[in-house]
């Protein structure tokens, strides 16, 4: 079983560009949380995703979007990228039934 | 609406001496409760959970946690740290409410002395 995996594992990006992270759910999980991580912080709540619909968003702004395909991987696009958006993006997925979330290693993202 | 909060940014003990780190949650509705480790540049790695029953959880590595729903603290202990146990650790809270979205403390950095 692979686990939950992410790409890339790191990226550099231009103030105001827009940015695609990608991530493969760990089999049998249907249910994928992303969350991001900013250097000496915990993880923050950004969405989950659960039949390829957004079910429950945290506190970010519309320039966090996402997606989720049929085969229960999903994406995290965010627009217009500022300074402050550097940080470790974190995806997590779990049986819709169960509460353990399983988390990928991350893509760290810096902005300059 | 849930929330954590951590007590200590770092802690720092002695190799085999014991490890204390500590957590305090608010919820409203019974809460689901979690301690995980993140080592340098990885994810989180999920040490143990409470979610009902028996309130002493006991984990991966050693640790273990209690819950105690008077205090609302669900503190991680391990009796004899060891030098790869330095990391940071997250405490975490979920609740059926809320969709079983994670709340995550903001960690403790755990140091290991020889």
């Known amino acids: 079983d692979a686990g939950v995996t992410q790409s890339p594992t790191h990226l550099i990006k231009t103030r105001g560009q827009q940015v695609t992270l990608r991530c493969s759910p760990k089999?049998?999980?249907?249910?994928v949380s992303w969350y991001q991580q900013a250097l000496g912080q915990g993880p923050q709540f950004i969405f989950q995703?659960?039949?390829?619909?957004?079910?429950q968003r945290g506190n970010f702004p519309d320039r966090f979007s996402g997606h989720q395909f049929p085969n229960y991987s999903s994406e995290l696009n965010v627009n217009a990228l500022l300074l402050g958006d550097s940080a470790l993006y974190l995806c997590a997925s779990s049986p819709d039934t169960n509460t353990e979330a399983f988390f990928g290693q991350g893509t760290r993202l810096t902005v300059v | 609406a849930q929330s954590v909060t951590q007590l200590g940014s770092h802690v720092s003990v002695s190799e085999g001496a014991l490890v204390l780190l500590r957590c305090n949650y608010s919820?409203?509705?019974?809460?689901?409760l979690f301690w995980y480790v993140q080592y340098p540049n990885q994810g989180l790695q999920l040490l143990l959970k409470?979610?009902?029953?028996?309130?002493l959880v006991k984990g991966i590595n050693g640790f273990e946690a209690e819950f105690k729903k008077s205090e609302t603290s669900f503190h991680l202990t391990k009796p004899s740290a060891h030098m790869s146990d330095a990391a940071e650790y997250f405490c975490a809270v979920s609740t059926v409410a809320g969709g079983f979205k994670t709340i995550f403390g903001a960690g403790t950095r755990l140091f290991v002395k020889a």
């Open positions: 089999s049998g999980h249907d249910t």
């Open positions: 409470y979610t009902t029953g028996a309130t």
């Open positions: 995703y659960y039949e390829e619909e957004e079910r």
């Open positions: 919820s409203s509705v019974p809460p689901y």
